[in-house]
């Protein structure tokens, strides 16, 4: 199935910083720091990283991209309780990249799956091709339907999963067997379970996280 089509499941879009908005080292940081980005080659990489989401009561509730994070701090609506050394530049300001972010109001979590989408579908997925294996950044990846929409096949958390390019393109409108490709694992919805596990998961890379995983 065609990457445009698939671009469709989201129809929110993206989240994008004030105009001339740019990533530029801090030079008093470390340079070994691995979240330095240079001053063109990984401005789009740095504005994916993940961080955390806590309520207000500091409980974790999410994980999003540096890119959403920055938009709901110009907003007011949170502050950053950890951040990298590397600095957002707009016209006016500089902000220090967030690793971890604090609602400032209280939001109720429902105990349900959430929105199925092209974001939540990645973020299950872990950017991970569940075909290949490998990880991609999430403009190198689709979406695509184990069963095909041809045959029936819906577009639902259980029959969609990430994919790279090169494997959508030889997959095409067959199911993993008959392509000769095999799933990493078995999808599933999108729970409040998985959240706390991608969580913990990238706890163990980002110590500035740590001391909010205290489930």
């Not at 910083?17 to 080292?25: D, H, M, N, R, W």
Request: aromatic share 6%; proline share 7%.
């Amino acid at each position: 199935m065609s990457a445009r089509r698939l671009e469709a499941i989201d129809p929110r879009g993206r989240h994008s910083l004030e105009a001339g908005g740019s990533l530029v080292p801090n030079p008093s940081a470390n340079a070994s720091n691995r979240f330095l980005p240079p001053p063109l080659g990984r401005r789009a990489s740095m504005l994916q990283e993940p961080v955390l989401v806590l309520n207000a009561t500091y409980e974790p509730i999410n994980v999003t991209a540096v890119r959403r994070a920055m938009v709901l701090l110009l907003k007011g609506v949170a502050q950053a309780e950890e951040v990298h050394s590397a600095e957002v530049h707009s016209a006016a300001h500089s902000h220090k990249v967030p690793s971890v972010i604090r609602l400032l109001a209280y939001r109720h979590i429902p105990q349900q799956s959430r929105a199925l989408s092209r974001k939540n579908i990645l973020l299950r997925d872990r950017n991970t091709c569940q075909f290949c294996g490998r990880i991609f950044s999430s403009s190198e990846l689709t979406l695509d339907h184990v069963l095909p929409r041809s045959r029936g096949g819906r577009s639902s958390w259980e029959n969609l999963v990430a994919c790279c390019y090169h494997c959508n393109n030889t997959k095409g409108d067959r199911t993993p067997e008959e392509a000769g490709l095999k799933l990493a694992r078995r999808p599933r919805p999108f729970t409040l379970h998985t959240s706390r596990q991608l969580m913990r998961l990238i706890g163990h890379r980002d110590e500035r996280w740590r001391k909010y995983l205290f489930y």
